[in-house]
């Protein structure tokens, strides 16, 4: 079980940092990954870190702005979002990548399995 954390209404250029808790399974062993869905939007991709925490991959439209890190030992994952603009506004979702101990990075919805409940963004311009 997954469960997103810290969204709230920010003004543009402020910063949000949100969690994602796990619970249960083996979220030490799995990628995680961010998706956002905007209103009347598809969701998209985000930004992703490997197991191991290594280079971690974003979207191009958040790249430079946003970080994603993870405690392994606290079951969470983080993303750090800074120089919010109201194009950010959206659900954030995290989710498990289905593979354990791969160091794939995807920003394919379906290679993840579980997801988190979302978590409100909203910036105001």
């Known amino acids: 079980q997954l469960q997103a954390s810290g969204g709230g209404l920010v003004q543009a250029g402020g910063s949000l940092r949100l969690s994602c808790a796990a619970s249960?399974?083996?979220?030490?062993?799995?990628?995680m990954g961010w998706f956002r869905q905007a209103p009347g939007k598809e969701r998209e991709f985000v930004s992703a870190i490997s197991w191991r925490g290594g280079t971690p991959y974003y979207a191009d439209s958040v790249k430079g702005r946003f970080t994603i890190s993870r405690e392994n030992a606290k079951n969470t994952v983080y993303l750090q979002m800074n120089s919010l603009l109201p194009e950010d506004t959206a659900v954030y979702y995290c989710?498990?990548?289905?593979?354990?101990?791969?160091?794939?990075?995807?920003?394919?919805?379906?290679?993840?399995?579980?997801w988190g409940q979302g978590t409100l963004v909203t910036v105001s311009s």
């Open positions: 989710a498990r990548d289905s593979s354990r101990w791969s160091t794939r990075i995807t920003e394919d919805h379906r290679d993840y399995d579980y």
């Open positions: 249960g399974g083996t979220f030490s062993l799995h990628t």
